[in-house]
């Protein structure tokens, strides 16, 4: 019986990671910059919680024309995707009023993760924020999803994921995961209600 839902973050409860449209129409960066920088090997190591986001923004910034510093950047771009899913937090909240745990399960660099984790929305509606560069492994690494078996008590066949990436769901159904790519408020009413008819009411 599945006691726990985690919920990636971005593309799942945010709908944007960053604001794509927002940057390419006010500033010029483009989504191509953005895939430069977060398939770029530091910022990689820095999803598993190694290195600082600050110190390896300069050069890319620099290459893209942004006025501000790194910090500046940095802040701008957390706060173009902090707006939650209003339909899938309301499915969350009725999802914790049935007595279904839900959590956050996000890749994610440390300085991220500490604006999302201070985030009062998103606290609000997780018990739990787990992230990649506190647990030092990453979706779809088997090691991520076993340090939130830990964490939580879980076992493999209490737990369903939400993930728009079909990776990362076929990595936690490697692990004995019940699992469902997900990109929509839709999506996410249709992978609930598969897994837990009752818990939605």
């Given at each position: 019986m599945i006691r726990c839902v985690a919920f990636d973050l971005d593309g799942v409860v945010l709908p944007s990671a960053p604001s794509f449209e927002l940057f390419a129409r006010v500033h010029g960066i483009t989504r191509a910059h953005w895939e430069e920088l977060f398939w770029c090997e530091p910022y990689v190591r820095a999803t598993y919680g190694e290195g600082d986001l600050h110190e390896l923004l300069p050069p890319f910034v620099a290459r893209w024309g942004w006025r501000g510093s790194p910090s500046d950047f940095a802040e701008s771009w957390f706060a173009s995707c902090r707006a939650i899913d209003p339909e899938v937090a309301s499915l969350i909240a009725r999802l914790r009023a049935s007595?279904?745990?839900?959590?956050?399960?996000?890749?994610?660099?440390?300085?991220?993760?500490?604006?999302?984790?201070?985030?009062?929305?998103?606290?609000?509606?997780?018990?739990?924020?787990?992230?990649?560069?506190?647990?030092?492994?990453?979706?779809?690494?088997?090691?991520?999803?076993?340090?939130?078996?830990?964490?939580?008590?879980?076992?493999?066949?209490?737990?369903?994921?939400?993930?728009?990436?079909?990776?990362?769901?076929?990595?936690?159904?490697?692990?004995?995961?019940?699992?469902?790519?997900?990109?929509?408020?839709?999506?996410?009413?249709?992978?609930?209600?598969?897994?837990?008819?009752?818990?939605?009411?």
């Amino acid at each position: 019986m599945i006691r726990c839902v985690a919920f990636d973050l971005d593309g799942v409860v945010l709908p944007s990671a960053p604001s794509f449209e927002l940057f390419a129409r006010v500033h010029g960066i483009t989504r191509a910059h953005w895939e430069e920088l977060f398939w770029c090997e530091p910022y990689v190591r820095a999803t598993y919680g190694e290195g600082d986001l600050h110190e390896l923004l300069p050069p890319f910034v620099a290459r893209w024309g942004w006025r501000g510093s790194p910090s500046d950047f940095a802040e701008s771009w957390f706060a173009s995707c902090r707006a939650i899913d209003p339909e899938v937090a309301s499915l969350i909240a009725r999802l914790r009023a049935s007595g279904i745990d839900c959590v956050a399960a996000s890749n994610q660099e440390k300085r991220r993760a500490r604006d999302l984790d201070s985030h009062p929305p998103l606290r609000e509606l997780f018990s739990e924020r787990f992230f990649s560069c506190h647990l030092g492994s990453v979706k779809p690494e088997a090691a991520y999803y076993r340090a939130i078996e830990r964490a939580l008590t879980c076992t493999p066949q209490e737990l369903l994921f939400l993930d728009d990436k079909a990776a990362n769901v076929d990595g936690a159904r490697a692990c004995g995961w019940s699992a469902e790519v997900t990109s929509s408020a839709d999506s996410v009413r249709d992978a609930l209600a598969a897994h837990l008819p009752h818990a939605l009411g």
